[in-house]
């Protein structure tokens, strides 16, 4: 009888792993490859990022965040900037975000 080879199946990297932290590095380049609706339990979209060294970052939705990118198609070259903590009109402090496509790219920016 021949011997079976058998190759574990793992699941992709956990959320967690790949997530891009802006509080140690404030900003992220690469392209928006992928959009993943509802992806945790706090029903965030989660943003897909492939850096020029071919790592792909996760970047959690916020308010902030979700206004610009409902704007950038899949494809775009996009840069984000960590603003830092800015206070909101409730009082709350919330993360503020820049968000920037390549200039005359040829993706365009989906208007509202």
């Known amino acids: 009888m021949a011997e079976t080879n058998w190759q574990e199946v793992v ?3 956990d959320l967690e792993d790949n997530r891009h932290d802006f509080e140690k590095e404030d900003t992220l380049e690469g392209v928006y490859f992928k959009k993943l609706e ?3 339990k706090y029903d965030r979209d989660h943003y897909l990022i492939r850096t ?8 959690f939705s916020s308010t902030v ?4 990118f409902d704007k950038i198609e899949i494809g775009s070259n996009v840069k984000i900037e960590f603003m830092g ?6 009082g709350q402090d919330y993360k503020d975000f820049k968000v920037y496509v ?3 790219s040829d ?6």
Not at 65 to 68: C, P, Q, S, T
Not at 85 to 90: E, V
Request: no cysteine.
């Open 11 to 13: 699941p992709d990297t």
């Open 38 to 40: 509802k992806a945790d």
């Open 52 to 59: 020029s060294s071919g790592e792909e970052k996760k970047v």
């Open 65 to 68: 965040l979700k206004k610009r």
């Open 85 to 90: 903590l800015k206070p909101s009109g409730q």
């Open 102 to 104: 390549v200039e005359g």
């Open 107 to 112: 993706i365009p920016i989906i208007e509202e």
